[in-house]
């Protein structure tokens, strides 16, 4: 799978030169982008834990900022370049306080001309996440294909297929016949997203994710045992934000998403979006609710 | 004598302040929803066929990643150029029946103006941005206007006699069956109320959503 998504890449980044020169103009550097978006985010279960007397719930606040511009190659594709700085900052785990700094390169192909016309877009984009406790500190590439296309003048539909890895530190050796490098992960997502729009102020959006691979959860002393006795976990080490252990499990989740969102002027907007992860290893499940409410501003 | 020179004087006189007294009279227009608040962008034109009066400063312009006007109005014939003050590159097109073009990517001023050569709405996009919408309404006479934010709008320099006068808007509710009314005019301004219907039309989203999803 994730060698036929290395191809669909590789295709996309040779076959866009080609659809530069079907333009009838030279392509140039056209519209800068500036976005910045300021939140606050209430979590539930921030640390997934599986049992239920051992969840976190936080809040946090965070800044992110874009700033770029888009290569218009022709009429219908376009590259993006930008560099991307989020800050967060946590209510009580204030260990999970991380700033990420990254770049995105994005092409955009739309097949043709007109409001229905579908898009290809592939986007890869490498960040670094630098947090508070260093141990979690890692490295992030991830790629992503969509496509999506207006059904109608309210309806969009669209659909993505991502990959995630992550390079952070091992921790310390807990349990010796495990591996500790719980911040290395791969995973992916299979995405289907909806927007419709309920009149010109208002915006109804919903997605839908299935995740496959690697994914991190906490759990106090007492139930380590618990969990080494029913899943297979990849790696562990110690918790310094939860005070437990941390560990690595391959599984399979269910991500919904639904948001709101309301246009203030046509630069400005506010989003309230609402996040349910529903995860699954081998036996125990791992939900987690996030709902985040946002200011955002587009240059 | 002076009483030849003086009649020759007052006739000449008459004949050149008539026609302009006949053409003195105008409709005010008011165009509300059904809920009699006021609409804006409603194209108001007499019904009747007249020869192209020449008109070359139609002008529909590109800013901010907006059209400018929302709604234009020209007799049949008529050539719009469409210039684009903004900095990037916009990509102009419109697949109506009434005229199909397409400006391919360009920014600054267009080669050539566009002709309108068929009456109707010609309704207009931009194929980078898709909120970007404004239509055109292809018209048979010289005698229109477009209502202003409160909904109001002049007919001016009219004869006498007896008009129909009609009312166009993009959001009309039934376009099909173009909203009209009968007028007489004899003098001065006559005044006509126009009730149009609104149904909601949608752009593509422009404002920023979570960064959660970026888009681009």
Known sequence: ?299 | MKIFQFSVWCFISICLVTPWLNHANSIKVKVVDDNKNPVEFAVIYIKETLPKVSDNSVVIDQVDKEFIPYVTVVQRGSAINFPNNDEIRHQVYSFSKSKQFELPLYSGNPASPVVFDNKGVVAMACNIHDWMKAYIYVVDTNKFTISDKAGQAMLTNLSKGQYEVAVWHPKAKDNEQLNTQQINISDGEEELVFTVAQKTQFKAWRSPKSTRRRGY
């Open chain 1, 1 to 299: 799978m994730k060698n036929s998504f290395a191809a669909i890449i590789i295709i996309l980044i040779l076959s866009t030169p080609i659809a530069a020169q079907q333009g009838v103009d030279e392509g140039e550097w056209v519209e800068w982008v500036s976005d910045a978006q300021l939140s606050y985010t209430a979590i539930d279960n921030l640390n997934l834990s599986a049992f239920s007397d051992d969840t976190h719930s936080d809040e946090r606040i965070a800044f992110n900022g874009i700033v770029g511009r888009f290569y218009q190659f022709n009429g219908f594709t376009r590259m993006s370049f930008l560099l991307e700085l989020d800050v967060e900052k946590y209510q009580d785990f204030n260990a999970m306080d991380n700033s990420q700094l990254g770049a995105n390169l994005g092409i955009r192909h739309k097949f043709g001309l007109g409001f229905y016309q579908p898009y290809l877009q592939f986007n890869v984009n490498y960040r670094h996440k630098e947090v508070e406790w260093d141990a979690q500190s890692t490295d992030i590439l991830f790629s992503t294909l969509e496509v999506g296309q207006h059904i109608n003048n309210q309806l969009s539909l669209a659909a993505s297929l991502d990959f995630t890895t992550t390079n952070g530190d091992a921790g310390s050796v807990i349990v010796p016949e495990l591996s500790s490098d719980v911040f290395d992960q791969s995973y992916m997502h299979l995405s289907f997203f909806v927007d419709y729009i309920l009149n010109q102020n208002w915006l109804l959006s919903a997605s839908y994710a299935r995740r496959q691979g690697d994914f991190q959860s906490s759990c106090s002393k007492d139930n380590v045992a618990k969990v080494l006795d029913v899943e297979q976990v990849k790696a562990i080490t110690k918790d310094a934000i939860f005070g437990g252990c941390v560990y690595k499990l391959d599984g399979s989740s269910n991500i919904y998403s639904a948001s709101l969102s309301y246009s203030l002027t046509s630069h400005s907007g506010l989003n309230f979006v609402m996040e349910h992860y529903q995860g699954k290893a081998d036996v125990l499940d791992y939900q987690s609710t996030s709902y985040l409410l946002s200011f955002n501003y587009r240059y």
